[in-house]
């Protein structure tokens, strides 16, 4: 296969047939459709399988703790508004250990892209319940099964005021990589929830069950701009999985809501020990090299 310029020789560490591998050939493949450069890109990932992705593809990158991801996404962005930021995390990552960050993120409508790579199941951990299982799956650590109802991401970035949301499958490429260039080109805070079957750890939601329930809403003439489908599509009882996207609206991102981030990116401005011994009530600073 013909090398890209985001391919790196790091040894992959996922399972053989696992659906991550998909994930990263779409954002490869997505990266090349907008014919950015490794340089333009931050990835930003916290812990877990899904957590791995930016040691595999060459890019600049920023690995943290588990569940802060979206944080170091935040202040990345707010210090350089004019890098690409995209952040792959998991659906333990996301929606359980970093939630409440994934509830700030959103309403902030920071302008970065998150992928959340959801196998409905702990793969790192080897296979206790996530947020996303379903009620009452049994694993070995809920042995009778679990006993909360599955986190909806879909759902709670709808009522939060998501501007672009949508659903992804590792198993359909073509539409994944579509959905990543129109999550990178939109203004403002953009999700998609990628449903990814975990081979080692989840048996139930394997890439078969996953392919007998997924459909494309672009068949269904689904108008994503309609706030009210978007809601009936997620709250549907049909057991049918909608891919595509589900939700998109304008909005103001963060870096156009404050004046200091209208006019240019923070790292662009000089340092100033003046205004700084100002508003920190300090009489003097130490005004290291960076006069
Ligand atoms: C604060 C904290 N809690 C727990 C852990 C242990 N831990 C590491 S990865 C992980 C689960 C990862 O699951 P998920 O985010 O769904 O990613 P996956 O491995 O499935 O891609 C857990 C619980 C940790 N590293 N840090
Ligand atoms: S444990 Fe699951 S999520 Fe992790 S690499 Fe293996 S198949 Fe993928
Ligand atoms: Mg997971």
């Not at 990266?31 to 890019?59: H, M, W």
């Not at 963060?254 to 000089?270: C, G, I, M």
Request: overall charge neutral; aromatic content about 8%.
């Amino acid at each position: 296969m013909e090398k890209t310029k985001f391919d790196i020789d790091n040894e992959n560490q996922w399972c053989p047939g696992c659906g991550n591998f998909s994930i990263l050939k779409s954002m490869k493949n997505a990266f090349i459709t907008l014919d950015l450069e490794p340089r333009d890109l931050l990835l930003v990932s916290g812990i877990g399988q899904a957590g791995k992705l930016p040691n595999y593809l060459a890019c600049n990158m920023l690995h943290g703790l588990h569940g802060r991801a979206l944080a170091l996404a935040t202040g990345a962005k707010i210090a350089n508004h004019n890098i690409n930021i995209i952040v792959n995390s998991g659906d333990g990552d996301c929606y359980g250990e970093g939630g409440n960050h994934f509830l700030a993120a959103i309403r902030r409508n920071i302008d970065i892209t998150l992928l959340v790579h959801n196998n409905q199941i702990y793969g790192l951990t080897k296979g206790q319940a996530s947020p996303t299982s379903a009620l009452g799956m049994k694993t070995k650590n809920q042995n009778h099964g679990t006993i909360s109802n599955a986190f909806n991401p879909i759902a709670t970035a709808l009522a939060l005021g998501a501007g672009f949301i949508g659903q992804g499958f590792s198993g359909n490429m073509q539409q994944l990589t579509h959905l990543i260039v129109e999550a990178i080109n939109y203004p403002g805070f953009s999700m998609i929830d990628i449903y990814q079957p975990c081979v080692s750890f989840n048996k139930i939601n394997t890439h078969a069950w996953y392919k007998s329930r997924v459909f494309d809403l672009k068949d269904s003439g689904h108008d994503y701009s309609d706030f009210k489908k978007a809601l009936q599509l997620v709250h549907n009882k049909n057991h049918q999985i909608p891919t595509g996207i589900i939700y998109k609206s304008p909005g103001i991102p963060f870096h156009e809501r404050l004046d200091v981030l209208k006019n240019q990116p923070l790292v662009e401005y000089s340092f100033n020990a003046a205004q700084l011994e100002k508003t920190l009530g300090i009489a003097q600073f130490d005004k290291g090299d960076n006069q």
